[in-house]
């Protein structure tokens, strides 16, 4: 499961973030008709069509797969969080179904009608990741019912859909997807033009993709600082673990790196702020941080890994930020970044850091949860599949997606990036 | 509304949903089976119309089996924990083909160096295409045959393996391959581009409808051993004898309509027999949904969720109905061919009038 989330997120992301950058990019085209634009429209659908695909049937194991390997989490949980997948369902639909009309209707409708299919997708795709996570919230803060005996009574599906990491995690997660991708697409393009600085396919490619990527990277940040916060209050054991904090303290130090050690409850090798994750967490440079060592260790994720883990993230995504502001420098300048050449090196060195990033901030979630399943309510071992042999299964289908990967890679460059119309 | 009537209904959209996959999903993995029987001259020219005919529709149409899984878990979450639990073999091996089908498809519309590998993604999109089918109606087949309902303390073979392979559940397998392969090919002659192709396809239908027929007989004989009460109620109910009569009369129409080759009427024809074998199934079961174990009401989620989800679906249809209806009416008139279609599309890619770049 957490292997087909892995995987099935890399494409959910290009899926929330790619329909954006090809409808921003026939606009152009319709605007001022230069071929250019539309040779980008039509690459980028194809991407597109490829990742999309793909997605789908990824998510399709996922839906299976809740039941394969959680039954009774899902007959738990299926009355209380179906609502969102249902609602992802319809957009599921509509996302699907405008993805045909626009790849295959070029022709066949007027090139407004196109146009906005492709913006039917770019926002069902949207619409689909938020209520798939508003189901992940739950997870976190799980709300909307009453434990009877260990049993759910008194639901309130629509409560448990607006939970209270529902808004938080949807905005983290959907400026995600767009720092993403907008990242990724910036760096190839940024590749390409380190070669060729004149090429106007790649000069307007590079263009769009910032447009896209500099405003959710620098969001990024507030916007994690505000999921940090939330976390803070509701899950103060995975606050902990995040920042490698044992001991309770006020004006409690920030950790920046450093290898938690669970035996010894000490974090070595990091950079210390005094104060400062009492700031981050609270807004005051004195409010007391509880550390781990507040809690039985039963209660304990996995610590060096969820630290490790919200390190990359916020270490990529402090560098994300940086080259925006860099961009956002050289456009105050009224300077291309495209002629700034350090500026094109960094974006393509930071090609792949928003997808390491998104895996890494799922571990933060997910393995900084457990040994929970839901918070508080269910224990992940309890939740488990009666089935034994499962490691059959997870070996087929973890080969079957690193070969798609490759596939998909090697499509993408080859099909689409690589070649250029004579 | 009275309680116990709500379950009813969001178990009928679910097996409508299901319905709607296997006539429209269902032909897909058909054309799939076409692209793998493809012979004679005019092999690759199958080939192409069966790339062209589903290319637009076959991620739409998938999405139906998703809906299904989705109302499973949230109206009838018990149904779905346990299916998930007896069935994860065939579950399991179904997704796989699900996702080769799916992704080789979709590489080889992509891939244009028309390299060998290229006919790689088209033989393992038709192989996937073929298992796929056998291995859904091997599961339904062990549902309906109640064989799922096993001790829990069963050896793992007599509870994971032996419910979906009997011969019976091989029927089912069998005939729902038959089914989706027999409507791909009525489909395709009402799309194929000239006469012989539409000849070729017509064969096709109509042999498929000799498999078809095999099968039906195959499942009732093995049926007729394990599962009596399906044949029974199949006999008895009042709906039986009409359900009965319009899949004869609608089956007849249908191979009359190919034989007179009167392909549109065919195609109508051909939805309501493969329907009625669908809506056989969940009368023969209702009210179980696991026979034995689960029915309708027992397994039904609380009432609040079942009234919200269908709130959710009435939302739902509003948005998705007219949109399948612009996607249908968009690639499946007849005003211009799928080939001229795809021919203009790259026709404007790479032509459009320059403006003077800048
Ligand atoms: C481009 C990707 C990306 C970047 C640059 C960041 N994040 Fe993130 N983060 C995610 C992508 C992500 C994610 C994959 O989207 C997660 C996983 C679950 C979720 O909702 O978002 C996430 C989760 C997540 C969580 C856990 C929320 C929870 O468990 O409920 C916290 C506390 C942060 N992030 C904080 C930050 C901070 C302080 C960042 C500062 C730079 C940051 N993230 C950058
Ligand atoms: C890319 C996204 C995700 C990744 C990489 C991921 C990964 C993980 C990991 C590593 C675990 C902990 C495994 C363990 O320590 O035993 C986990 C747990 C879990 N996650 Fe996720 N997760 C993701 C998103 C989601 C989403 C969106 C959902 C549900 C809507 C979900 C449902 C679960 C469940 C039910 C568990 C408990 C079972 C388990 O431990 O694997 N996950 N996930
Ligand atoms: C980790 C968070 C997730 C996000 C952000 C996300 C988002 C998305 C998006 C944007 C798509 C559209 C397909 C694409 O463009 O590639 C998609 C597809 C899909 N997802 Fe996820 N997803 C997540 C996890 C899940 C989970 C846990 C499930 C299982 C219940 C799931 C089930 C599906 C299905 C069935 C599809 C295919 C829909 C179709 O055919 O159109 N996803 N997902």
Same mark, same amino acid.
Request: hydrophobic content about 55%; charged content about 15%; aromatic content about 10%.
């Given at each position: 499961?957490?292997?087909?989330?892995?995987?099935?997120?890399?494409?959910?992301?290009?899926?929330?973030?790619?329909?954006?950058?090809?409808?921003?990019?026939?606009?152009?085209?319709?605007?001022?008709?230069?071929?250019?634009?539309?040779?980008?429209?039509?690459?980028?659908?194809?991407?597109?069509?490829?990742?999309?695909?793909?997605?789908?049937?990824?998510?399709?194991?996922?839906?299976?797969?809740?039941?394969?390997?959680?039954?009774?989490?899902?007959?738990?949980?299926?009355?209380?969080?179906?609502?969102?997948?249902?609602?992802?369902?319809?957009?599921?639909?509509?996302?699907?179904?405008?993805?045909?009309?626009?790849?295959?209707?070029?022709?066949?409708?007027?090139?407004?009608?196109?146009?906005?299919?492709?913006?039917?997708?770019?926002?069902?795709?949207?619409?689909?990741?938020?209520?798939?996570?508003?189901?992940?919230?739950?997870?976190?803060?799980?709300?909307?019912?009453?434990?009877?005996?260990?049993?759910?009574? =008194? %639901?309130?599906?629509?409560?448990?859909?607006?939970? *209270? @990491?529902? +808004?938080? !995690?949807?905005?983290?997660?959907? #400026?995600? /997807?767009?720092?993403?991708?907008?990242?990724?697409?910036?760096?190839?393009?940024?590749?390409?033009?380190?070669?060729?600085?004149?090429?106007?396919?790649?000069?307007? =490619? %590079?263009?769009?993709?910032?447009?896209?990527?500099? *405003? @959710?990277? +620098?969001? !990024?940040?507030?916007?994690?600082? #505000?999921? /940090?916060?939330?976390?803070?209050?509701?899950?103060?054991?995975?606050?902990?673990?995040?920042?490698?904090?044992?001991?309770?303290?006020?004006?409690?130090?920030?950790?920046?790196?450093?290898?938690?050690?669970?035996?010894?409850?000490?974090?070595?090798?990091?950079?210390?702020?005094?104060?400062? #994750?009492?700031?981050?967490?609270?807004?005051?440079?004195?409010?007391?941080?509880?550390?781990?060592?507040?809690?039985?260790?039963?209660?304990?994720?996995?610590?060096?890994?969820?630290?490790?883990?919200?390190?990359?993230?916020?270490?990529?995504?402090?560098?994300?930020?940086?080259?925006?502001?860099?961009?956002?420098?050289?456009?105050?300048?009224?300077?291309?970044?495209?002629?700034?050449?350090?500026?094109?090196?960094?974006?393509?060195?930071?090609?792949?850091?928003?997808?390491?990033?998104?895996?890494?901030?799922?571990?933060?979630?997910?393995?900084?949860?457990?040994?929970?399943?839901?918070?508080?309510?269910?224990?992940?071992?309890?939740?488990?599949?009666?089935?034994?042999?499962?490691?059959?299964?997870?070996?087929?289908?973890?080969?079957?997606?690193?070969?798609?990967?490759?596939?998909?890679?090697?499509?993408?460059?080859?099909?689409?990036?690589?070649?250029?119309?004579? | 509304?009275?309680?116990?009537?709500?379950?009813?209904?969001?178990?009928?959209?679910?097996?409508?949903?299901?319905?709607?996959?296997?006539?429209?999903?269902?032909?897909?993995?058909?054309?799939?089976?076409?692209?793998?029987?493809?012979?004679?001259?005019?092999?690759?020219?199958?080939?192409?119309?069966?790339?062209?005919?589903?290319?637009?529709?076959?991620?739409?149409?998938?999405?139906?089996?998703?809906?299904?899984?989705?109302?499973?878990?949230?109206?009838?979450?018990?149904?779905?924990?346990?299916?998930?639990?007896?069935?994860?073999?065939?579950?399991?091996?179904?997704?796989?083909?699900?996702?080769?089908?799916?992704?080789?498809?979709?590489?080889?519309?992509?891939?244009?160096?028309?390299?060998?590998?290229?006919?790689?993604?088209?033989?393992?999109?038709?192989?996937?295409?073929?298992?796929?089918?056998?291995?859904?109606?091997?599961?339904?087949?062990?549902?309906?045959?109640?064989?799922?309902?096993?001790?829990?303390?069963?050896?793992?073979?007599?509870?994971?393996?032996?419910?979906?392979?009997?011969?019976?559940?091989?029927?089912?397998?069998?005939?729902?391959?038959?089914?989706?392969?027999?409507?791909?090919?009525?489909?395709?002659?009402?799309?194929?581009?000239?006469?012989?192709?539409?000849?070729?396809?017509?064969?096709?239908?109509?042999?498929?409808?000799?498999?078809?027929?095999?099968?039906?007989?195959?499942?009732?004989?093995?049926?007729?051993?394990?599962?009596?009460?399906?044949?029974?109620?199949?006999?008895?109910?009042?709906?039986?004898?009409?359900?009965?009569?319009?899949?004869?009369?609608?089956?007849?129409?249908?191979?009359?309509?190919?034989?007179?080759?009167?392909?549109?009427?065919?195609?109508?024809?051909?939805?309501?027999?493969?329907?009625?074998?669908?809506?056989?199934?969940?009368?023969?079961?209702?009210?179980?949904?696991?026979?034995?174990?689960?029915?309708?009401?027992?397994?039904?989620?609380?009432?609040?969720?079942?009234?919200?989800?269908?709130?959710?679906?009435?939302?739902?249809?509003?948005?998705?109905?007219?949109?399948?209806?612009?996607?249908?009416?968009?690639?499946?008139?007849?005003?211009?061919?799928?080939?001229?279609?795809?021919?203009?599309?790259?026709?404007?890619?790479?032509?459009?009038?320059?403006?003077?770049?800048?």
């Amino acid at each position: 499961m957490a292997m087909s989330l892995a995987f099935h997120i890399i494409f959910a992301v290009m899926g929330i973030g790619m329909p954006l950058l090809m409808v921003l990019a026939e606009r152009q085209w319709l605007r001022t008709r230069q071929p250019v634009w539309l040779d980008l429209a039509k690459r980028w659908s194809k991407g597109t069509a490829i990742l999309f695909a793909v997605g789908a049937v990824s998510g399709t194991v996922l839906s299976f797969e809740l039941g394969l390997l959680w039954p009774t989490f899902m007959e738990y949980a299926g009355p209380i969080i179906g609502m969102p997948f249902s609602l992802e369902g319809i957009a599921f639909f509509t996302e699907a179904i405008f993805l045909g009309v626009y790849l295959y209707g070029w022709t066949k409708l007027s090139a407004r009608a196109h146009w906005w299919a492709g913006v039917a997708v770019a926002v069902s795709g949207t619409v689909s990741g938020i209520f798939v996570v508003f189901a992940n919230a739950w997870m976190n803060s799980p709300t909307g019912f009453t434990l009877v005996d260990g049993k759910p009574v =008194a %639901l309130d599906p629509i409560a448990a859909m607006l939970n *209270p @990491a529902a +808004l938080p !995690q949807a905005l983290h997660m959907t #400026l995600a /997807a767009f720092a993403t991708t907008g990242i990724a697409v910036a760096g190839i393009h940024a590749w390409m033009l380190r070669k060729d600085r004149s090429s106007p396919f790649h000069r307007a =490619a %590079l263009a769009v993709a910032l447009w896209i990527a500099v *405003p @959710a990277s +620098l969001l !990024q940040i507030v916007s994690g600082d #505000l999921s /940090a916060k939330f976390v803070a209050k509701t899950q103060p054991v995975k606050l902990a673990a995040l920042e490698g904090h044992f001991k309770t303290e006020r004006g409690a130090t920030l950790r920046i790196g450093g290898i938690p050690n669970e035996r010894t409850r000490e974090t070595p090798y990091a950079i210390e702020i005094p104060k400062a #994750l009492s700031f981050l967490a609270f807004a005051d440079f004195d409010a007391e941080v509880k550390g781990l060592e507040a809690f039985p260790e039963s209660d304990w994720p996995p610590v060096a890994v969820v630290h490790i883990a919200f390190q990359i993230m916020v270490g990529l995504g402090s560098l994300m930020a940086l080259a925006s502001l860099w961009v956002v420098v050289l456009w105050i300048r009224k300077r291309a970044p495209a002629d700034s050449r350090p500026l094109l090196g960094f974006l393509a060195l930071l090609t792949p850091a928003g997808f390491i990033a998104v895996e890494a901030g799922w571990v933060v979630t997910e393995v900084g949860r457990q040994p929970w399943i839901i918070q508080g309510v269910m224990r992940t071992a309890d939740a488990v599949t009666p089935m034994p042999g499962l490691v059959v299964p997870f070996l087929a289908f973890t080969a079957l997606y690193i070969f798609l990967g490759v596939i998909v890679a090697w499509l993408l460059w080859a099909q689409i990036i690589r070649t250029r119309p004579a | 509304m009275p309680e116990p009537l709500l379950p009813h209904v969001l178990a009928f959209v679910t097996m409508l949903a299901l319905n709607a996959y296997v006539v429209l999903g269902g032909a897909d993995f058909g054309a799939g089976v076409w692209d793998l029987l493809a012979r004679g001259p005019r092999k690759d020219v199958q080939r192409e119309a069966i790339a062209h005919g589903i290319g637009p529709i076959w991620e739409a149409n998938h999405v139906w089996i998703i809906l299904v899984v989705v109302l499973l878990f949230t109206c009838f979450p018990a149904v779905y924990a346990y299916l998930s639990v007896a069935l994860h073999v065939p579950l399991v091996l179904m997704l796989f083909g699900i996702v080769l089908r799916g992704s080789a498809f979709t590489f080889r519309a992509y891939d244009s160096t028309n390299s060998p590998v290229q006919k790689w993604w088209g033989r393992i999109f038709s192989i996937a295409s073929t298992v796929t089918p056998v291995v859904l109606g091997m599961s339904v087949g062990a549902i309906v045959s109640g064989a799922i309902v096993t001790p829990p303390d069963a050896t793992f073979t007599a509870r994971f393996l032996t419910p979906w392979l009997s011969p019976f559940a091989i029927a089912v397998g069998g005939l729902t391959l038959a089914v989706f392969a027999f409507l791909a090919a009525v489909y395709l002659t009402v799309e194929a581009e000239t006469h012989d192709l539409q000849e070729d396809f017509r064969r096709n239908a109509l042999g498929a409808a000799v498999i078809v027929g095999a099968c039906a007989l195959a499942t009732l004989i093995t049926g007729r051993e394990t599962v009596s009460k399906l044949t029974d109620t199949l006999l008895t109910h009042t709906l039986a004898i009409p359900l009965q009569i319009i899949t004869g009369v609608a089956a007849l129409s249908a191979i009359a309509a190919l034989v007179t080759r009167r392909y549109r009427i065919a195609r109508a024809a051909a939805v309501v027999p493969v329907s009625a074998i669908v809506w056989g199934w969940a009368l023969a079961q209702f009210p179980w949904m696991v026979p034995g174990v689960h029915s309708v009401t027992s397994a039904a989620a609380p009432a609040v969720t079942q009234r919200l989800v269908a709130y959710g679906l009435a939302a739902g249809a509003v948005l998705v109905v007219p949109s399948l209806w612009v996607l249908f009416s968009v690639f499946k008139s007849d005003t211009m061919s799928a080939f001229e279609r795809v021919d203009t599309a790259e026709y404007r890619a790479t032509d459009t009038p320059p403006k003077e770049r800048s």
